[in-house]
Structure formats: C-alpha cells, structure tokens
C-alpha cells in the first residue's frame, strides 16, 4: 500500500520558516493536501492541489510537489502555528495521509 | 455556514456494531462526495472511507472493508457509516469530511468535531 512519510517533528523560532517534507513515491505525479490540527481540534485544510490555499488561509502557508516530495512551508512562523500538519494524497481511489509532523514554536 | 455535527459514537464491546450519523448544513448536500476519516487517540488521521453524491461509488481503507459500510440520505442531509465487528483496533474518534469542488485532486475542506468510538469489554 502506498505510504507518506513525515519528519515527528520540526522546531522552528517565531519569525522564521518551517518547512515540511512529505515523503512518497512518485508523489510528485499526484496532488497533495496539507492539513493543520491544534489539540483537541478538527483538522483544517491549509493547502490544496499542491500549493493552492483556502480561503482565510494566511499567505505565509505555501505548498510545494515535485519528485517523490511534497513541502508544506510556513513563512513568518507564528505561535499560533504551533500544531500538528499532515499531508494527504489519493492512490488508486484510497486516501493516504502522512504520519504526521507536529511544528513547535519555541 | 458549513457544519458537519457527527454522532452515535460510543462504548462497543469487541464484536459490536454501531450507527454513527453525520448531519450536515449550510451547504448542497447532495452535490458533494463525502469522507470518513478516523484518529485513534494520539495517533495520526487514517483514512476510512469515501461516497459519491448518489452512493454509486463506495471505496474504503483496507483495515475496514467488509466491516463498515458508508452510506448517505441526501433528503435528510445526513452522512453514515455502519461500522460492525469492531475491534480495540477501531478505537478512535471518527470525523465526517467534505470534499472540496478543486478542480483537480481531492482534498477535504470542512470537517466535523468528530465522534469517539471505544471498543473495549
């Protein structure tokens, strides 16, 4: 079954860039999502069709997907960006998401 | 305004089954496919299962097909997922989703506030 790999972790300090790899094979043929989920709180959807963003999404998300490697990155990172993100694709009609990356602001 | 209010989630002994309902509003309900995911607690969202508009096309997780059945009632606006001999496995809380209308890919752009299912004796 097709798989989506995730750094457990990134740290990033307030003001400067995160960014987020998504691992896959061929990922790059396929699109990619990325969701936000903060504690005890519903996924939102933050990234769609590679690099497109949500309305009330904030500019400083951005998506990338190229190769085997999707990038989510946070520009100006915020203390209210502090969550867990994942990525999301399709292979043959089943969803797939990531393992999870969870971004501290410290 | 979109919302999706999930319930019927629950205490299930192993073997059990439940109805779990996702009532949603503020938007065509019958335009849309519609998703279940689930997160077992602490863990990450696995995918679960997707339906079409007219339930023509029903695809699930491995982990899950011959067990759960989705299914929707588009004059009651309400999305379902019959989920029968559970296991500890299943644990989890489980959210409804709406796809987005992209053009291309897929991806789910409103989400309810889930419904947990423990399946435990």
């Known amino acids: 079954s097709y798989e989506l790999t995730q750094p457990p972790s990134v740290s990033v300090s307030p003001g400067q860039t995160a960014s987020i790899a998504c691992s896959g094979d061929?990922?790059?043929?396929?699109?990619a999502s990325w969701y936000q989920q903060k504690p005890g709180q519903s996924p939102v959807l933050v990234i769609f069709?590679?690099?497109k963003r949500p309305s009330g999404i904030p500019e400083r998300f951005s998506g990338s997907n190229s190769g085997n490697t999707a990038t989510l990155t946070i520009s100006g990172t915020q203390d209210l960006d502090e969550a867990d993100y994942y990525c999301?694709?399709?292979?043959?009609?089943?969803?797939?998401f990531g393992t999870g990356t969870k971004v501290s602001v410290l | 305004e979109v919302h999706l209010v999930e319930s019927g989630g629950g205490l299930v002994q192993p073997g059990g089954s439940l109805r779990l309902s996702c009532a949603a509003s503020g938007f065509t309900f019958s335009s849309y496919w519609m998703q279940w995911v689930r997160q077992a607690p602490g863990k990450g969202l696995v995918w679960v299962s997707r339906v079409n508009s007219d339930e023509s096309t029903r695809t699930y997780a491995d982990s899950v097909k011959g067990r759960f059945t989705i299914s929707r009632d588009n004059a009651k606006n309400t999305l379902y997922l019959q989920v029968n001999s559970l296991r500890a496995e299943d644990t989890a809380v489980y959210y409804c989703?709406?796809?987005?209308?992209?053009?291309?890919?897929?991806?789910?752009?409103?989400w309810g506030q889930g419904t947990l299912v423990t399946v435990s004796s």
């Open positions: 061929k990922l790059g043929d396929k699109y």
């Open positions: 999301q694709t399709w292979d043959t009609s089943t969803g797939v």
């Open positions: 069709q590679d690099n």
């Open positions: 989703a709406r796809e987005s209308l992209a053009a291309a890919g897929i991806s789910l752009d409103y």
